[in-house]
């Protein structure tokens, strides 16, 4: 089992940046791909950004490349997701996600999620 605990959500204006971090507890956690995802009122489940269980390779979202920025720090235990130039359209549920090696952009193939934190950005 791993658990992942989320923080750093908030309330900004646009135009600001966030910093969320995700500590992870349980099993090795550096042999996990770590991945964060979204989800607004209404709308589905979707990727954000991922890192592979290395810190090797890093993956985004369209809608997010060139302002959000992965990174993970396995002494710590912990990812983070710098989130700069944020736009309305960035308001949501922030989760973390954990799966075995490789990653991926499907929510369903993740095996370890956290509760979430809310990003609300007001225009």
């Known amino acids: 089992q791993v658990q992942l605990v989320e923080s750093g959500g908030g309330m900004v204006q646009a135009g600001g940046s966030l910093r969320l971090s995700c500590a992870a507890s349980g099993r090795t956690f550096s042999n996990y791909a770590m991945g964060w995802f979204r989800q607004a009122p209404g709308k589905e489940r979707e990727f954000v950004a991922a890192v592979s269980w290395s810190a090797g390779n890093t993956y985004y979202a369209e809608a997010v490349k060139g302002r959000f920025t992965i990174s993970r720090d396995n002494a710590k235990n912990t990812v983070y997701l710098q989130m700069n130039s944020l736009k309305p359209e960035d308001t949501a549920v922030y989760y973390c996600?954990?799966?075995?090696?490789?990653?991926?952009?499907?929510?369903?193939?993740?095996?370890?999620w956290g509760q979430g934190t809310q990003v609300t950005v007001s225009s």
């Open positions: 996600a954990a799966r075995r090696y490789a990653v991926n952009y499907y929510p369903s193939s993740y095996d370890y």
